[in-house]
């Protein structure tokens, strides 16, 4: 569920254009530390960050 939940993450908060844009340039990435950056203009500490929170928001522990 985990992949599951950040590419709806990008599509709500970002646009769909974003997962294009990441897809495109995964192979000249070697870690999520160098990809979210370049894709997302943050760091990837920030971007998990706000993903959990999105998570925790919309997915609560029952």
Request: hydrophobic share 45%.
């Amino acid at each position: 569920w985990v992949a599951e939940s950040v590419a709806e993450y990008i599509l709500q908060t970002y646009a769909p254009e974003q997962i294009a844009a990441m897809l495109r340039v995964l192979p000249e990435h070697e870690s999520w530390d160098t990809l979210a950056p370049a894709v997302f203009s943050m760091d990837a500490q920030t971007f998990q960050a706000k993903w959990r929170n999105y998570v925790a928001t919309h997915y609560p522990l029952q």
